[in-house]
């Protein structure tokens, strides 16, 4: 069976990730409170930014605004999203 997590995003308890994805504090804060779902939501979400906004991963300003970033995006706040970029809709015909 695997372990579920009270999802920060979504608010309810769904599959967590298997391992923290990154070392330290903040990893396991993310490993104990953010689902799989979102977790891989925010994966998606983090390379549009990074390729939108042309980040260097090399500078620190770039990686301080993604962590910045990721915060509110697990918290429900108002994070910045890809300019131009509109989401698939299902097909409903």
């Given at each position: 069976?695997?372990?579920?997590?009270?999802?920060?995003?979504?608010?309810?308890?769904?599959?967590?990730l298997p391992n923290p994805p990154f070392p330290g504090p903040k990893g396991q804060d993310i490993?104990?409170?953010?689902?799989?779902?979102?977790?891989?939501?925010?994966?998606?979400?983090?390379?549009?930014?990074i390729n939108e906004k042309r980040l260097n991963m090399m500078e620190p300003s770039s990686r301080a605004?993604?962590?910045?970033?990721?915060?509110?995006?697990?918290?429900?706040?108002?994070?910045?999203?890809?300019e131009g970029f509109v989401p698939e809709q299902g097909d409903d015909k």
């Amino acid at each position: 069976m695997s372990r579920t997590v009270f999802c920060r995003k979504y608010q309810q308890e769904l599959e967590g990730l298997p391992n923290p994805p990154f070392p330290g504090p903040k990893g396991q804060d993310i490993y104990d409170n953010v689902s799989a779902k979102a977790w891989q939501e925010w994966m998606a979400h983090q390379t549009m930014l990074i390729n939108e906004k042309r980040l260097n991963m090399m500078e620190p300003s770039s990686r301080a605004y993604l962590a910045d970033q990721m915060t509110k995006f697990f918290s429900g706040e108002d994070y910045d999203a890809a300019e131009g970029f509109v989401p698939e809709q299902g097909d409903d015909k």
